[in-house]
């Protein structure tokens, strides 16, 4: 079956970094994407990797490992608006999106 | 930027009635559209894909003659939750896959709470 993984919830300071793994088995790849949710919002898109290798994009970077099935979120310099959930979400080959279940961050002063 | 908007944003209405949900792309046109679903503290879950002038395709265990959805146009695809019991209760989010641009791309819209009492 097609799964994905990431942990249910990670604490942080403000000002510090902070790094969500994301593991994934799903039938085919169409590429990885990392999208913010706060409390009550609908997502909004952060990140897409479809190769190997970094993405910069800001205080967020995300990494992907195909070979590994496995991709990161790091969000660096935390700021409070960060508090949130983090969805990873793989486009499998019918170019739907399989969504994990979300990694709450919470930030603390 | 790629603009979906849905309507209601949220709604409360009696068990046994039915609610129609709309979901529109504002300054594109969309082939394909989803429906999504989410409870509270869980992922979203993808509940049909629409496609423009046909009938829409539904994920397993998702009713389709409870969920009746219609896609008459490019920027606009509605969902109908008839008969709608408490169980239904959710946050329901669409999302818009342009005509033009990659299939991976996907523009969400804001999403619709209904509550049913």
């Known amino acids: 079956g097609q799964n994905i993984d990431q942990p249910t919830e990670m604490t942080a300071t403000e000002g510090a970094i902070v790094q969500i793994n994301c593991t994934y088995q799903t039938s085919g790849f169409n590429g990885l994407f990392w999208y913010q949710q706060h409390a009550g919002e609908a997502p909004t898109f952060l990140s897409y990797n479809v190769l190997d290798g970094l993405e910069e994009k800001g205080r967020f970077s995300s990494f992907l490992s195909r070979s590994k099935g496995y991709s990161y979120l790091l969000l660096k310099e935390l700021q409070m608006k960060d508090s949130a959930s983090y969805l990873c979400?793989?486009?499998?080959?019918?170019?739907?999106?399989?969504w994990g279940a979300g990694t709450k961050l919470i930030i603390k002063p | 930027g790629a603009v979906v908007s849905q309507h209601p944003s949220w709604v409360i209405c009696k068990s046994g009635t039915s609610v129609k949900i709309e979901c529109r792309s504002l300054?594109?046109?969309?082939?394909?559209m989803f429906w999504y679903r989410q409870f509270p503290k869980q992922s979203l879950m993808l509940m049909a894909t629409?496609?423009?002038?046909?009938?829409?395709?539904?994920e397993q265990g998702v009713e389709k003659d409870k969920f009746l959805i219609n896609h008459a146009s490019l920027t606009l695809s509605t969902l109908t939750v008839t008969s709608a019991h408490p169980e239904d209760s959710s946050f329901y989010i669409c999302s818009a896959r342009p005509v033009s641009g990659d299939r991976e791309t996907q523009y969400f819209g804001p999403g619709t709470r209904l509550l049913v009492l």
């Open positions: 300054d594109f046109q969309a082939t394909t």
């Open positions: 629409s496609n423009e002038g046909s009938k829409a395709t539904y």
């Open positions: 979400a793989v486009m499998d080959s019918n170019y739907q999106l399989i």
